[in-house]
């Protein structure tokens, strides 16, 4: 399924006035055509991508934009062949090692002189996201932040407090259990909600550099440092802090169980937040809190799934992608594609704005300010699709028969021994 926006001098009604006023803003001149491919084929996102198109066009009159809309499960699919024939000029795709396939296979551009001093410092939170070997291959343009939602008003009966420390979040979740309560909802029917736990376990153990080198194949699941990671995440296990039956349900079935005050939080993206307020909590009941540290010396890193664009290394008309990337990366582009009336997600730009949501706010102070270890793609994302299918079965099984530990990490070894050869 595809659509060709095209967006030329005439489609946009231009006029030399126009053109002139973007030139004197400091816009350089830029010509011929701009092939642009995009998986933001949803309503939503496909119309904010047709904004960028639109806006980026108005300030480079003389440049013929071509946008080609993919169906998002067919681009996937997609990608590699059309980098490698009928390339693009930009390309979306998604941050980390989802990225180093591209990398590696030299399909992605070497854009590090893009990340200037301004960009390296207005996407600090995310530079390390789009950063391989020592380079940056891509811009970020939108995120969301992920941390535990909790009912604040059973925490304020309870004479609790946002823990700041991992001590305080078991000493919460010791006296949630007195009070007859499960600490967290959980669905694991569908794998990947484990695979939050995990990552936030194991970079609060073990830092964001260990995490990633895990996931990328360079470090052994059976290791000590693995191994703490899953001491820490028995010591929920053993208090009985997650519900009961938990591989029955799915993220969504979960949630009730906040809603009723059965659990007192989850871990989750912050797309929870729709699902919770529609089911009648309101922003009084529920809150939010970073995951708090394991090791005070490990700077702390976050779990923020992150959309790119890329400029493929056989791109006809660079200089115009990268004007287009640097558009895209804009405060004041940012602030508009990610409003609650477009993608309704956080900007990457620390100098953005962010809607009067206190949700959104929150997030994008921690990931604007206080995320100094990284940003993580997420288990599913960090790890490639049959290594993570196969960790995440152990990672629910963990949950389910901790005492399974040995024969866990032993074919978690196995299977990557094989998957990253």
């Given at each position: 399924?595809?659509?060709i926006l095209?967006?030329?001098?005439?489609?946009?009604?231009?006029?030399a006035?126009?053109?002139?006023?973007?030139?004197?803003?400091?816009?350089?001149?830029?010509?011929?055509?701009?092939?642009?491919?995009?998986?933001m084929?949803?309503?939503?996102?496909?119309?904010?991508?047709?904004?960028?198109?639109?806006?980026?066009?108005?300030?480079?009159?003389?440049?013929?934009?071509?946008?080609?809309?993919?169906?998002?499960?067919?681009?996937?699919?997609?990608?590699?062949?059309?980098?490698?024939?009928?390339?693009?000029?930009?390309?979306?795709?998604?941050?980390?090692?989802?990225?180093?396939?591209?990398?590696?296979?030299?399909?992605?551009?070497?854009?590090?002189?893009l990340?200037?001093?301004?960009?390296?410092e207005?996407?600090?939170?995310?530079?390390?996201?789009?950063?391989?070997?020592?380079?940056?291959?891509?811009?970020?343009y939108?995120?969301?932040?992920?941390?535990?939602?909790?009912?604040?008003?059973?925490?304020?009966?309870?004479?609790?407090?946002?823990?700041?420390?991992?001590?305080?979040?078991?000493?919460?979740?010791a006296?949630?259990?007195?009070?007859?309560?499960?600490?967290?909802?959980?669905?694991?029917?569908?794998?990947?909600?484990?695979?939050?736990?995990?990552?936030?376990?194991?970079?609060?153990?073990?830092?964001?550099?260990?995490?990633a080198?895990?996931?990328?194949?360079?470090?052994?699941?059976?290791?000590?440092?693995?191994?703490?990671?899953?001491?820490?995440?028995?010591?929920?296990?053993?208090?009985?802090?997650?519900?009961?039956?938990?591989?029955?349900?799915?993220?969504?079935?979960?949630?009730?169980?906040?809603?009723?005050?059965?659990?007192?939080?989850?871990?989750?993206?912050?797309?929870?937040?729709?699902?919770?307020r529609?089911?009648?909590?309101?922003?009084?009941?529920?809150?939010?809190?970073?995951?708090?540290?394991?090791?005070?010396?490990?700077?702390?890193?976050?779990?923020?799934?992150?959309?790119?664009?890329?400029?493929?290394?056989?791109?006809?008309?660079?200089?115009?992608?990268?004007?287009?990337?640097?558009?895209?990366v804009?405060?004041?582009?940012?602030?508009?594609?990610?409003?609650?009336?477009?993608?309704?997600?956080?900007?990457?730009?620390?100098?953005?704005?962010?809607?009067?949501?206190?949700?959104?706010?929150?997030?994008?102070?921690?990931?604007?300010?206080?995320?100094?270890?990284?940003?993580?793609?997420?288990?599913?994302?960090?790890?490639?699709?049959?290594?993570?299918?196969?960790?995440m079965?152990?990672?629910?099984?963990?949950?389910?028969?901790?005492?399974?530990?040995?024969?866990?990490?032993?074919?978690?070894?196995?299977?990557?021994e094989?998957?990253?050869?």
């Amino acid at each position: 399924m595809r659509s060709i926006l095209k967006a030329s001098t005439a489609a946009l009604g231009l006029t030399a006035i126009l053109s002139t006023a973007a030139f004197a803003d400091g816009h350089e001149k830029l010509s011929g055509d701009l092939k642009i491919f995009s998986d933001m084929s949803n309503p939503a996102p496909r119309a904010v991508m047709e904004g960028m198109v639109e806006r980026f066009g108005e300030l480079h009159p003389d440049l013929n934009i071509e946008l080609t809309v993919i169906d998002r499960e067919a681009y996937k699919t997609q990608i590699r062949n059309f980098l490698t024939a009928n390339t693009p000029d930009v390309a979306n795709w998604y941050a980390a090692n989802r990225m180093r396939p591209y990398v590696d296979a030299n399909l992605f551009e070497d854009i590090s002189d893009l990340w200037d001093d301004q960009i390296s410092e207005e996407l600090a939170s995310t530079k390390g996201a789009m950063t391989l070997d020592g380079k940056q291959w891509g811009v970020p343009y939108t995120y969301y932040q992920w941390g535990v939602y909790y009912r604040k008003d059973i925490y304020e009966e309870l004479g609790l407090a946002e823990p700041a420390t991992f001590d305080e979040e078991i000493a919460n979740c010791a006296k949630i259990i007195e009070s007859g309560k499960k600490c967290y909802t959980i669905g694991t029917k569908f794998l990947w909600p484990a695979g939050g736990w995990f990552d936030y376990l194991n970079m609060r153990t073990n830092g964001y550099d260990f995490h990633a080198a895990l996931l990328a194949g360079e470090k052994k699941w059976d290791s000590d440092e693995v191994r703490a990671t899953f001491a820490n995440w028995r010591k929920l296990l053993d208090m009985g802090a997650f519900i009961d039956n938990h591989t029955s349900y799915s993220w969504q079935e979960s949630l009730p169980f906040v809603v009723s005050g059965d659990a007192a939080a989850i871990l989750k993206g912050n797309f929870a937040v729709a699902p919770l307020r529609e089911a009648g909590l309101t922003d009084d009941q529920l809150d939010f809190y970073q995951f708090p540290a394991i090791d005070a010396s490990i700077p702390l890193a976050e779990d923020a799934p992150t959309d790119t664009f890329h400029i493929p290394s056989g791109a006809a008309n660079k200089d115009a992608a990268k004007a287009f990337l640097k558009f895209v990366v804009s405060a004041e582009n940012q602030t508009i594609i990610n409003n609650g009336e477009n993608l309704g997600q956080l900007p990457v730009n620390a100098n953005s704005s962010v809607d009067d949501d206190k949700f959104l706010k929150e997030g994008f102070e921690m990931l604007s300010s206080n995320s100094p270890g990284g940003v993580a793609q997420f288990f599913d994302r960090d790890a490639p699709a049959e290594m993570a299918k196969v960790g995440m079965e152990g990672l629910q099984e963990f949950m389910v028969k901790p005492d399974n530990l040995d024969a866990i990490l032993t074919r978690l070894d196995k299977a990557a021994e094989r998957i990253y050869k």
